[in-house]
Structure formats: structure tokens, C-alpha cells
């Protein structure tokens, strides 16, 4: 199925998949600090999407893959297109944290 997609386009899984995969996976909510405390889910990584976006290489690597989510998967989206073209692998999380209905809150 991934193969597909346009190079700009990037890979993209429901919050609400996401519960089997928590603790085998690299998970950044690029939510404000603000946002982040109020709650996200277990495991994942406060990299607001300005500091993401303007200096990549400082927090992701390579060759990994990062999935990526927001309040409603808006702003991960176009982060994950942009960082598509920039080589990463990234997975966009659709729904965002409001969406979630599982059990790993934190």
C-alpha cells in the first residue's frame, strides 16, 4: 500500500491503532509544552513542531522511523510531508490526541 504514495505524501496510522505498537515505536507529539502537560499518550516524546521543523536532524536520525501526532492530526500532517521531503520516515498519526480513545493515556 505504501508504495503508492507520491514522494511527498508520507505513511499515516489511526491514534486509535497505535495501543499494540506503544514501546516499539519512537512517538513525538509535536504539540506546545502547554498542550503536552494536559495529556498525551504514554511513551511519546514533547517536540513541538516549530523546534522539529527548523532543526530536524537535532532530534530525529536517519534511517529510523518516527511516528508523528498533534491534537487532530493537522499540523502532524504537514510536518510529516515536510519532513518526507527532507528523507525522514515518518508516519503521520491521523486523529491526533483528541481522537484517542485507548487506554495508554498519560
Known sequence: MFGLLK?????MLH??????LLG???????REPYEY?????KGAKNIPMQKLISEPS???R??????LMCLSGARSSRT???LTKLGYDVVNVTGGFGS????KRK
Open 58 to 60: 537535532k532530534y530525529l
Open 37 to 41: 502537560l494536559g495529556g498525551s499518550i
Open 7 to 11: 514522494k511527498e505524501e508520507c505513511k
Open 15 to 20: 491514534v486509535n491503532e497505535i495501543d499494540e
Open 80 to 82: 510529516c510531508r515536510y
Open 24 to 30: 516499539k515505536i519512537e512517538l513525538i507529539d509535536i
Open 62 to 67: 536517519e534511517g529510523n522511523e518516527y511516528y
Open 100 to 103: 484517542y480513545v485507548g487506554t
